[in-house]
């Protein structure tokens, strides 16, 4: 709940407008990554996901770009909505590991 | 939500008692995992599972054990809790039919007094 969020970095953000949410991950030979989000009080819930052999993947309003070069990865949302008010988090695995790394994440609030 | 359910979903136990929590999955997935969450911590793996009666340490497994004994249950046991295992815990699943995603259940939130 809310005292996961207690150390995070914020992102604050009108709403209407763009977020972008980074991460950087750890493993070179990462080849699998996926963001989350997660709302006070619930589990981790799937947005988006993108394999090493992909440098960009869009969903429904959301986006997710990768730069293997410097091992960075960000979640960009379009025209953000109170209900995008949540912590983001992304997570990294490498094929046949079946072991995941996350990231500590990023609290987003979404301004009226 | 991938049919995963945990429970129980919020408990409070006192140190030197043990605990067990339950994790059930209805799609039956092979792989099962269990992690915990703490501020300043991404989640972290305590143990998880590549099928029944196959489980493997994580990160953090001192202090706890693990059982799966059918593919829907994957049980959590603190044989003696600690203050330090107050947490909440997340049980998750991989998905082997496509991609690797990992899908969470609710979470349960264990205080150790």
């Known amino acids: 709940g809310e005292s996961v969020g207690l150390h995070l970095p914020t992102l604050s953000v009108q709403e209407g407008d763009n977020s972008i949410i980074n991460c950087a991950y750890s493993n070179s030979a990462s080849d699998y990554f996926i963001w989350y989000k997660q709302e006070s009080g619930k589990g981790p819930q799937f947005i988006i996901d993108i394999r090493s052999n992909m440098d960009k993947r869009q969903g429904q309003r959301v986006t997710v770009l990768l730069n293997k070069t410097v091992k960075h990865l960000s979640l960009q949302i379009a025209a953000t909505q109170p209900g995008d008010s949540a912590v983001y988090f992304c997570?990294?695995?490498?094929?046949?590991?079946?072991?995941?790394?996350f990231g500590t994440g990023t609290r987003l609030k979404v301004l009226a | 939500d991938a049919g995963i359910t945990q429970s129980p979903r919020h408990k409070v136990t006192e140190t030197g008692t043990p605990v067990t929590l339950r994790c059930h999955q209805t799609e039956n997935h092979r792989y099962m995992y269990w992690y915990r969450q703490d501020p300043g911590h991404g989640l972290r793996l305590i143990h998880y599972s590549y099928g029944v009666k196959d489980t493997d340490k994580g990160e953090v497994s001192d202090g706890y054990s693990v059982s799966r004994s059918k593919t829907e249950d994957f049980l959590l046991t603190l044989e003696s809790a600690t203050s330090s295992q107050t947490s909440v815990y997340f049980c998750?699943?991989?998905?082997?039919?496509?991609?690797?995603?990992?899908?969470f259940g609710p979470g349960t939130r264990l205080t150790v007094l």
């Open positions: 998750a699943i991989r998905e082997t039919s496509g991609l690797d995603t990992q899908y």
């Open positions: 997570a990294e695995s490498s094929s046949g590991t079946y072991k995941y790394i």
